[in-house]
């Protein structure tokens, strides 16, 4: 379940290291130490079950080529952002690999050193339920992107979508003994449906 947040923390910021939830499957956006075994070779990025495991929080910042953000700016919704993985510090990157389990899909995986990358590390957020709603019920759209709102993330270069589903997930059938099994593949789709949305979910939010 979404849940409301506490006033002065209802937006994604800059600097705020979030887990970005899966709507469908509940999974968080995951990555680890691990490079794929094909495509890239670059380090691998999945979606996991566990809501406490470390390996899935981001860090919010802005697009490749950009003036560093504010630290506390709320991100608006049309932004173009970078997520870096806390603790491997790879920024999320997708390019013209095909996705290891879903051929029509592009590979996404962790990319950079010390959070620097290339262009194609950028994200566009895309706000589905663009309306700050106060207590009296009277609503306003913001243009920001809040915490529990269903977004999509864009890959500014090639304009697909950040997609997962639970019936791509690793397994002895399709990648035997492999270290992310039980996760689900994440990948860059050429496609616009409910497996393309997302939420901020857990995370340390920090403000102006």
């Not at 663009?130 to 609503?139: F, G, I, V």
């Amino acid at each position: 379940m979404r849940t409301l947040n506490p006033q002065g923390f209802e937006h994604v910021t800059c600097g705020s290291s979030i887990k970005l939830v899966h709507e469908w499957s509940r999974y968080r956006l995951h990555s680890h130490e691990i490079a794929y075994g094909s495509g890239s070779g670059q380090q691998s990025v999945t979606t996991h079950m566990a809501r406490n495991d470390v390996n899935s929080y981001w860090l919010v910042k802005e697009g490749d080529s950009q003036s560093v953000c504010e630290v506390g700016k709320p991100i608006a919704c049309g932004d173009s952002i970078r997520l870096e993985h806390l603790q491997t510090r790879r920024n999320l990157h997708s390019h013209h690999f095909k996705a290891p389990l879903t051929s029509d899909h592009m590979e996404v995986s962790a990319f950079g050193v010390a959070g620097e990358g290339d262009a194609m590390d950028t994200w566009v957020v895309e706000c589905q339920e663009n309306m700050q709603c106060t207590a009296e019920d009277q609503c306003e759209d913001d243009g920001l992107w809040k915490r529990g709102e269903l977004v999509r993330l864009r890959h500014r270069a090639m304009n697909f979508l950040l997609f997962t589903t639970s019936k791509t997930r690793f397994d002895d059938t399709n990648c035997p003994r492999c270290p992310i099994n039980g996760q689900q593949e994440v990948s860059a789709a050429p496609v616009r449906n409910d497996d393309t949305l997302w939420f901020a979910g857990e995370g340390i939010y920090v403000t102006e």
